[in-house]
C-alpha cells in the first residue's frame, strides 16, 4: 500500500463527511491507498453516517474516549501505507494537495514529513510551520517579531522548516516508527511539534509545501469554556515540551517571555469591539503557571 489517510473524529460528522468526500474528490488515481478513520467515542452518529457514503473506508469504533496522540497512533497501528496522512476532520483537501505532498516527500529522501499550506474558509492562507520553540524563538514573540523570525510557511516552494502543523500531515511510516511514534503524555497541543523534533534529532528533515492547499475549517467549540480549557491545555502541552528537550534554566526564560506579550494584547483588549481581555491575561497566567487551571483530559 503506497498511501494510507488517517483521519480522527470526534462529534465531528458533517466535517467528517466533507473531509472524506475531499479525498475522493481529490486523490490521485495511481497511488494504491486506503482510508481509515478512528472513531473516538462520538455519539452523533458519525460511523453510521460513513458507512452510508463511504463504504469503501474503514472505520475503527472506540468505545471509551481516547486522548489525541493515543489515537494517533492507534491510527499508525491500524493502516498498512508505507505513507500515511494524518488529517483533522475539519479539512478539505483541495485539488493536487496529495499529489504534491507525495512528491515532496519522494524527492527527498531525508525528509520524514510534509505539511500543506493551510487556508482559513475564505481561501487566505494561515502560519502553519514554524521553527522549533527555543528561548530565541520566545525572544523573537517577545519583541513582537514572531511573524517575521519565527514562521516559516508561505511562499511559493517546498522547503526544510522546523515543525509543520498536522492538520494535514504527510509523514513516512518508517521514520515515525524509528522514534516510538506518538508520545502519549501529550494530550493535546504540541504533540506534533515533539514528535518533529524528535525526527530532527534523528537526522531527517521535516518540509512545508505551499503547493499542497487544504482548507482548515477549525470546528473546535467556540464557546468560552472550552476556549478557556483549550488555552490551559495549549500552556501545558508547551510546558511539557520544553521540560522534554530543553533545560530547567531555558524552560524558566520562556516561560517568562512567552507571558509578556499577552500582558498589552490584554490591554488592547479593553477598548477594542470583540475582543476578551480576560482570555488574553488567562494565556500569561498559564505561560507563566502552566501546571494551573482545567485543561482537555
Not at 494530550?187 to 499542497?212: C, M, N, W
Request: aromatic share 8%; net charge neutral.
Amino acid at each position: 500500500m503506497d498511501l494510507s489517510y488517517a483521519i480522527i473524529n470526534t462529534n465531528r460528522r458533517q466535517d467528517l463527511l466533507r473531509c472524506l468526500a475531499s479525498i475522493e474528490a481529490t486523490h490521485p488515481a495511481a497511488i494504491e491507498h486506503e482510508v481509515v478513520v478512528v472513531d473516538n467515542a462520538s455519539d452523533d452518529g458519525s460511523a453510521g453516517a460513513v458507512a452510508e457514503r463511504f463504504p469503501g473506508v474503514r472505520v475503527v469504533e472506540r468505545r471509551d474516549r481516547g486522548s489525541l496522540t493515543e489515537n494517533f497512533n492507534l491510527l499508525l497501528a491500524s493502516t498498512t501505507g508505507r505513507l500515511f496522512m494524518f488529517l483533522n476532520e475539519d479539512v478539505e483537501l483541495l485539488a493536487g494537495s496529495t499529489a504534491a505532498l507525495v512528491a515532496a516527500l519522494d524527492a527527498d529522501p531525508a525528509a520524514a514529513a510534509a505539511g500543506a499550506m493551510l487556508l482559513d474558509p475564505q481561501r487566505r492562507q494561515t502560519p502553519c510551520a514554524w521553527r522549533l520553540p527555543s528561548v530565541a524563538t520566545a525572544t523573537a514573540g517577545a519583541l513582537f517579531l514572531h511573524k517575521w523570525l519565527v514562521t516559516e510557511s508561505g511562499g511559493t516552494g517546498t522547503r526544510e522548516v522546523g515543525w509543520v502543523r498536522s492538520a494535514a500531515f504527510l509523514g513516512r511510516r518508517d521514520a515515525i516508527d524509528s522514534v516510538g511514534g506518538y508520545d502519549t503524555d501529550y494530550l493535546f497541543y504540541s504533540e506534533d511539534t515533539d514528535l518533529q523534533k524528535r525526527l530532527h534529532d534523528a537526522g531527517r528533515r521535516i518540509l512545508h509545501v505551499p503547493a499542497a492547499l487544504v482548507v482548515h475549517y477549525e470546528t473546535a467549540d467556540a464557546e468560552r469554556p472550552g476556549r478557556v480549557r483549550r488555552i490551559v491545555q495549549f500552556h501545558r502541552g508547551r510546558d511539557l515540551y520544553m521540560r522534554k528537550h530543553h533545560s530547567a534554566a531555558a524552560r524558566f526564560a520562556c516561560r517568562l517571555l512567552w507571558a509578556w506579550p499577552y500582558l498589552p494584547r490584554a490591554l488592547a483588549a479593553l477598548v477594542l469591539p470583540g475582543e476578551d481581555a480576560g482570555l488574553y491575561l488567562l494565556h500569561a497566567r498559564q505561560a507563566l503557571l502552566p501546571g494551573t487551571g482545567t485543561g482537555m483530559g
